[in-house]
C-alpha cells in the first residue's frame, strides 16, 4: 500500500497550490480520504475530508472557503485544491486513508507547503 503526495512547494500569500495523493494498493473508492497538516513545532491537524461512499466533504474551519477536497475514483487519485493561500497555511501536508470500517489506515510521507508573506 502506497499514499503518495506531490504538488507542495513556495507560494507567495494570496496564491494557489493543488497537492494530489496518489493512491496503490488499496479499493480507493472504498477508502475514506483526508488531509492533514503539521507546522513547525505544533501538532498534526486534520484539514478536510472526503468519503469513499458518496463523496461528501468536510473541512476545518481554518480553511473552510479556501481548500476544496476531491477525488477521482478511476485514477485513485485524491486532490487538495487551495487557494487565497496564508502564511499560516505553511506545513507538512499529509494524506490519509481509512478503509474496513476503520479497521485499516494508511498514511502518506507528506508534501511540504510554504507561503511566503
Known amino acids: 500500500v502506497q499514499l503518495v503526495e506531490s504538488g507542495g512547494g513556495l507560494v507567495q500569500a494570496g496564491g494557489s497550490l493543488r497537492l494530489s495523493c496518489a493512491a496503490s494498493g488499496i479499493t480507493f473508492e472504498t477508502y475514506h480520504m483526508g488531509w492533514y497538516r503539521q507546522a513547525p513545532g505544533k501538532q498534526r491537524e486534520w484539514v478536510a475530508l472526503i468519503t469513499g461512499t458518496d463523496g461528501s466533504t468536510s473541512y476545518a474551519d481554518s480553511v473552510k472557503g479556501r481548500f476544496t477536497i476531491s477525488r477521482d475514483n478511476a485514477k485513485n487519485v485524491m486532490y487538495l485544491q487551495m487557494n487565497s493561500l496564508k502564511v499560516e497555511d505553511t506545513a507538512v501536508y499529509f494524506c490519509?486513508?481509512?478503509?474496513?470500517?476503520?479497521?485499516?489506515?494508511?498514511w502518506g510521507q507528506g508534501t511540504q507547503v510554504t507561503v511566503s508573506s
Open positions: 490519509r486513508g481509512v478503509g474496513g470500517r476503520g479497521l485499516y489506515e494508511y
